[in-house]
DNA sequence: GCCGTTTTCGGCCCGACTGTTTTCAGTCG
């Protein structure tokens, strides 16, 4: 029972109830449970072993016991009696845009509908219509909902999404009236995936903007358009919100689009403690004053907060530490000085060293490694060897022509094999300044067997960094099945490294492990992995990974001058300390 | 079901938009 799949259980237990209708507060609360849960460092297993269940935030007495008896025995009662009470398939109608839990229960309870093609075919046998709220108009929202569901594709990777978020913003700032336009929602957060797109805008007259966006060629159809809020659906199934109020308003706008929910909720509740209620127009005071703001860091401190970064707004203690002003400073693509996992036309790269190098120069990096992939994984043409004595001296060859400004590191991405042993003998690994080694195939084996592959790699005395951990490829390919318990505790004791690889498609560590891995002294370092040189480029995806960790710069090896650096890599694995 | 610099009981964010409604309920973010 891992962490995700107790969360899993949790919400489904919220969505069964809500259906049902429980009391509202009760799904909540084990909506919070869940998402709470997703967000832990450590897992339950460990946790629960520790007797500190109920140190979650959101886990109480009752939960607390839920989780022990899935844990302990992989099934949770409660569950399986819910499931006898409520159709497990009215699930489903809960993701039709337009549907709830009140539609949901009264399509079950008065059209005996339990799963989403029962919905379909009550609707169109006219069976929805003439239940209580149901007229033709919803009876339409229903089909068409369930045929955009059929068109959604799948999250988002970040870089896809902002590239689109960018040519929106583009034309939104172009239009008569608008002032100022940003990406908001969980984009600006830098989530690792995104949903759906959130534009906000300040603007005199939103009308003719409302308007201009429902002609555009590329909106395939208006989900919704108000005064303030218009969504639309866009090419791919992807959806877009455009919300708008009049400049002296933006900033509490940004602010509320901005999200987290929950640190929207944890926010507004501070605000009502302090006799004010926020929205996303104004603050209200007891006496019925609006107050506005035209920007979002004065929101913040109307509430008595330092302005939170919004990579940590997912209401994690954040809003506590604000109100502190102790906030850390987070790290920033600019503290970046050193990149050590990239890829040459001697493997399978797109550019030479010399292009590689300049690139890094150019992007203000101190040290710059090559890490060709190893022999074994024919498809990325890896080096023999031999090859990588021959490509040492090309390395030579570009550091004289570039000088001190660069210190070239002659690395390998070396593989771990399927049977848990390296590419390359101990000798040639030895040899090499750097080491990353990383799992790339049969990525679902078994978890004893696959953490053992792992922390055989993770212990040998010359593997500097462990890349792309968990081996998870974004939107949909999920990681493999590691027990991270064991994997970190190990990285911990031998003085491996792990990396944040910045590919979007990658983000691996993800953020909980690369937290609890600086929490347990374990080096992390921001690589991009990049096969070309405009590839380098995706390092600030790995700072935002970073940032969503609460990583100070300091707490990157990445950051480090030429020399520390250097002089930790030559350090035996074993000694080597984090200052 | 959780939680407490007003509370261990009584709260638990707030507004926009829509449809079916003559004042509101449901959904969404």
């Known amino acids: 029972m891992t962490n995700e799949q107790c969360a899993q259980v949790f919400d489904r237990i919220a969505d069964l109830m809500e259906i049902k209708g429980e009391i509202i507060y009760k799904t909540l609360a084990y909506r919070k449970a869940a998402e709470n849960i997703r967000s832990l460092a450590g897992s339950l297993k460990a946790i629960h072993q520790q007797g500190k269940l109920m140190e979650i935030p959101g886990v109480g007495k009752a939960i607390a016991e839920k989780i022990e008896e899935l844990i302990t025995t992989e099934k949770l009662v409660f569950l399986e009696q819910l499931e006898t009470e409520v159709p497990v398939g009215l699930i489903d109608l809960l993701q039709v845009p337009d549907v709830g839990p009140r539609k949901a229960a009264l399509f079950w309870k008065q059209a005996g509908v339990t799963s989403l093609s029962e919905l379909e075919e009550a609707v169109k046998s006219g069976q929805i219509r003439g239940l209580v709220g149901m007229g033709e108009k919803s009876e339409q929202r229903i089909i068409v909902g369930i045929e955009a569901l059929k068109r959604r594709g799948h999250r988002l990777n970040l870089d896809t999404a902002q590239g689109i978020a960018n040519r929106w913003l583009k034309w939104i700032r172009s239009q008569p009236g608008v002032e100022r336009a940003e990406a908001a929602g969980s984009l600006r957060r830098w989530k690792t995936t995104i949903g759906d797109i959130d534009i906000v805008a300040a603007v005199k007259d939103s009308g003719a903007v ?57 926010l507004r509740e501070l605000a009502q403690k302090k006799g004010l209620s926020l929205s996303e127009r104004c603050i209200t005071t007891t006496d019925g004053k609006e107050l506005l703001f035209a920007d979002e860091e004065l929101v913040y401190q ?68 090559i890490s060709d992939h190893s022999g074994g994984l024919g498809i990325a043409g890896g080096l023999k060897p031999e090859g990588l004595k021959e490509r040492q001296k090309e390395i030579e060859v570009v550091q004289k022509l570039l000088g001190g400004a660069i210190t070239l590191l002659g690395g390998s991405e070396v593989e771990i094999k399927a049977d848990g042993s390296l590419d390359y003998d101990d000798e040639t690994l030895a040899w090499l300044d750097i080491v990353v080694a990383s799992l790339h195939t049969s990525l679902r084996q078994p978890r004893e067997v696959i953490t053992a592959r792992l922390v055989n790699a993770i212990r040998n005395p010359h593997v500097d960094i462990i890349g792309h951990a968990s081996g998870r490829l974004l939107p949909n390919r999920e990681g493999a099945d590691l027990d991270w318990d064991i ?54 995806y790995g700072v935002s990974v970073a940032r969503r960790a609460w990583l100070k710069p300091e707490q990157v090896l990445s950051t480090w001058e030429p020399e520390k650096l250097i002089t930790w890599l030559r350090t035996p694995k074993s000694e080597r300390r984090l200052l």
């Not at 409302?210 to 218009?230: C, F, I, T, Y």
């Open 302 to 369: 109307a509430l008595g907060l330092d302005w939170v970064p919004p990579e940590l707004r997912e209401d994690h203690g954040e809003i506590k530490v604000a109100a502190s002003h102790v906030l850390p400073v987070l790290i920033q693509l600019s503290d970046l000085r050193a990149e050590v996992h990239t890829h040459s036309n001697w493997s399978d790269g797109i550019n030479t060293i010399e292009e590689m190098a300049r690139g890094a120069m150019a992007r203000g990096l101190m040290t710059y490694a």
């Open 487 to 540: 994997v970190l505790q190990e990285a911990k004791d031998s003085g491996v490294a792990f990396e944040i690889n910045a590919s979007p498609s990658r983000l691996d560590l993800d953020e909980t492990h690369v937290r609890q891995s600086v929490e347990m002294g374990i080096p992390i370092f921001i690589n991009t992995d990049a096969h070309a040189v405009d590839q380098l480029d995706n390092a600030v």
């Open 210 to 266: 409302m308007a201009a966006l429902a002609a555009h060629p590329d909106v395939q159809r208006v989900l919704g358009s108000g005064e303030n809020k218009s969504s639309v659906e866009l090419p791919g199934g992807i959806n877009m919100q455009v919300w708008t109020q009049p400049p002296e308003r933006f900033g509490t706008l940004l602010q509320f689009v901005t999200g987290s929910k929950d640190h929207n909720v944890a």
